[in-house]
T-cell receptor, first 111, second 114 residues
Framework: GQQVMQIPQYQHVQEGEDFTTYCNSS?????IQWYKQRPGGHPVFLIQ?????EVKKQKRLTFQFGEAKKNSSLHITATQTTDVGTYFC???????????FGAGTRLFVKA | EADIYQTPRYLVIGTGKKITLECSQT?????MYWYQQDPGMELHLIHY???????EKGDLSSESTVSRIRTEHFPLTLESARPSHTSQYLC?????????????FGPGTRLTVT
């Protein structure tokens, strides 16, 4: 069945350092979404990528969708303490597969 | 802010009790989901619905049941609560128009079974 793997599981960074989380699917995706969950909160939608090779930016966040539509990444430039939380990718497979969430990457930012 | 609500927000209950977690959305979304999540951990899909009178079990085996009698309402019931059910339960919904697969999450119910 379809699997979505996300690495790393945890990342500790010093404030100002960059951060990247990676998402890999066992099957081709029709789209991928990214969510952020603050500690004690609920997941909040960040973005959806649909096209092969697509790159989207939201301020210090850069999202990429791989050419084969099987992997994606989220890169944060110059992390801030407000970036703390867990980042989830969620991949929608082609051919009627459900959206599958990755296990998440928990980001810790030290001031 | 998404218009999706969950009650109660926190619940402490004894073993063996029957409980129902409520979830309602006012966005007219057809698709609704229940996830179980331990703090800081991954989301496990336990139930989903693609519309009224449509419910399916998710990827994680669960002793809970759901119903979808109205579009806006998707309650989850545990017939006999056990300590292993202690977790956070998140409800989500999404629409089916415009090509967006964005899921809107409720604030969650933190359940503790003693």
């Amino acid at each position: 069945g379809q699997q979505v793997m996300q690495i790393p599981q945890y990342q500790h960074v010093q404030e100002g350092e960059d951060f990247t989380t990676y998402c890999n699917s066992s099957t081709t995706l029709s789209n991928i979404q990214w969510y952020k969950q603050r500690p004690g909160g609920h997941p909040v939608f960040l973005i959806q990528l649909v096209k092969s090779g697509e790159v989207k930016k939201q301020k210090r966040l850069t999202f990429q969708f791989g050419e084969a539509k099987k992997n994606s990444s989220l890169h944060i430039t110059a992390t801030q303490t407000t970036d703390v939380g867990t980042y989830f990718c969620a991949g929608k497979g082609t051919g009627g597969f459900k959206t599958i969430f990755g296990a998440g990457t928990r980001l810790f930012v030290k001031a | 802010e998404a218009d999706i609500y969950q009650t109660p927000r926190y619940l402490v209950i004894g073993t063996g009790k029957k409980i129902t977690l409520e979830c309602s959305q006012t966005m007219g979304h057809d698709k609704m989901y229940w996830y179980q999540q331990d703090p800081g951990m991954e989301l496990h899909l336990i139930h989903y619905s693609y519309g009224v009178n449509s419910t399916e079990k998710g990827d994680l085996s669960s002793e809970s049941t759901v119903s979808r009698i109205r579009t806006e309402h998707f309650p989850l019931t545990l017939e006999s609560a056990r300590p292993s059910h202690t977790s956070q339960y998140l409800c989500a919904s999404r629409g089916t128009s415009g090509g967006s697969y964005e899921q809107y999450f409720g604030p969650g119910t933190r359940l503790t079974v003693t």
